[in-house]
């Protein structure tokens, strides 16, 4: 990271959703990119290994998101990873809504975006199983709870960038968690 | 379909199978694999459109053995996606687990194959969450039911091809069933 490029990260994050919203992101070029954030392609590679990875950085910082939770919260496993689930949505405040629908519209359309998109849930539900089993809980019981952890994550989520959805996340989360419960319960 | 290369699918998929395991995905072509079971690259191209297809054919043939059985179950919306999933495990018998494990060492071996596996249970749990929805299940609901649906049959699966597990993927099944109830119960 070089100082004087400040904000260079978010510029050509910025600068490449709106292209490939634009022109499609087989239409869009790592050069168009920089070009567009007033950056060299030298910048780019230094932010970013490629043109996908602008929608898709930050998988460990991501992960983490969810991994220190986990590891503060108390109770079953089952618990935990919904306790960390919830304090994730921390990261998807309001204002980021207009870019997550934005990213999803690009994913959405394009299969190799949308398998990466699956990896990246994948790898989340791998890390807190992962995690869990690292602190003795048994692989099945460990994946079940990753697992639904990762799903309400992804089905609240669905709903949080609907086009007139206001509800927060968080909120989302909680509808979501409840619903799972009465589907299993009984 | 031809019907006087009856087998060549077949004999395409073992001879693809055998050579991404020894030479690597990426050190195995398609004329590699047309040789290797004695048939041309264009017969190889009538079955499938490229050398991940091989390993990804039949989508809609497991689509519907899911869909089948959801068809036919009664009950609310979870239960009959387990009964899906639970009567859908009969396409994997016993004598299909040598394949299914070398499969799956080919798979794990390569990020873009691993992606390309995650869609395929992304579209299948698609697929079941549709019907529901088609049926008039909220979208929630079914897609909570058809996630865990295809939870479970992940994380059975993932045990059944283990080193020396012997049990039945409907058991394992039945099993991860009943881990989950008890993580979500009470």
Do not use: C
Request: glycine residues 6%; hydrophobic residues 45%; aromatic residues 8%.
């Amino acid at each position: 990271m070089v100082r004087w490029e400040g904000g260079a990260r978010e510029r050509l994050q910025a600068a490449a959703l709106r292209l490939f919203v634009e022109r499609g992101y087989d239409g869009t070029t790592v050069a168009d990119v920089a070009d567009a954030a007033g950056l060299t392609e030298r910048t780019f590679f230094r932010h970013f290994t490629d043109k996908r990875d602008v929608l898709f950085a930050g998988q460990e910082e991501f992960e983490q998101s969810y991994l220190e939770p986990l590891a503060r919260a108390e109770g079953d496993a089952m618990s935990r990873v919904l306790a960390a689930v919830d304090a994730a949505a921390a990261r998807f405040p309001d204002e980021r809504r207009p870019w997550s629908r934005l990213r999803q519209t690009v994913i959405d359309a394009d299969p190799r975006l949308r398998e990466r998109e699956l990896l990246k849930l994948s790898l989340l539900s791998e890390a807190i199983a992962g995690r869990l089993r690292a602190e003795g809980v048994e692989p099945v019981p460990a994946a079940l709870a990753a697992e639904n952890g990762v799903a309400v994550f992804r089905i609240a989520f669905a709903s949080w960038i609907a086009a007139g959805e206001t509800r927060s996340l968080q909120d989302l989360q909680a509808e979501v968690l409840a619903r799972l419960r009465s589907l299993l319960g009984a």
